[in-house]
């Protein structure tokens, strides 16, 4: 887990069982937490609302392969100068780094990629991304600047 974002008191926290129908819900309930720290504009908050539906969207996936009911824990914490977003699931892990990166924008090629978008877009969306994943999960920290600090 992220050691900066479990040890505060003022962060908000939830679980979702993994189905495609919660992640509106988190989308604004992460829309709620940010948009109450000073200085995130509204673009930086889109941002991070599709690259928390991305990370959502792949737990949840993660989650079907393995037939896995567990829930999916989404945890915000706004802090001094940044908004931090933890996405962890339970499903069987992944090799962040054997995932390929999607043809760059202006290739023809990108318009054939259906699928395989979600880390890079976590990672384009956010000013800081991190996935560790193993066996038993993954976690995704998601993190937006702030003016605020």
Known sequence: MV????DRADAVE????????????????VS???????GVDVQRLE???????????????AHAARRGAETIRIRC???PGRVEIGVYDRG?????????EPPEPDDPRRLEVEKGMGLWL???????????????GTEVRLVVHTSAG
């Not at 050691?3 to 479990?6: E, K, L, R, V």
């Not at 069987?92 to 390929?100: I, M």
């Not at 976590?122 to 038993?136: F, H, T, Y």
Request: hydrophobic share 50%; charged share 25%; proline share 6%.
């Open 14 to 29: 939830i679980t979702i069982p993994p189905r495609t129908e919660y992640v509106a819900m988190v989308r604004r309930v």
């Open 122 to 136: 976590m990672r384009v969306m956010a000013d800081d991304a991190s996935i560790a994943s193993r066996r038993r």
């Open 3 to 6: 050691a900066a974002a479990n």
């Open 47 to 61: 941002d991070l609302r599709v690259a928390v539906s991305e990370a959502v969207t792949n737990a949840i996936a």
């Open 92 to 100: 069987g892990g992944f090799d962040p780094a054997a995932v390929p």
């Open 77 to 79: 914490v706004r802090g």
């Open 32 to 38: 709620e937490v940010v948009a109450r720290q000073a």
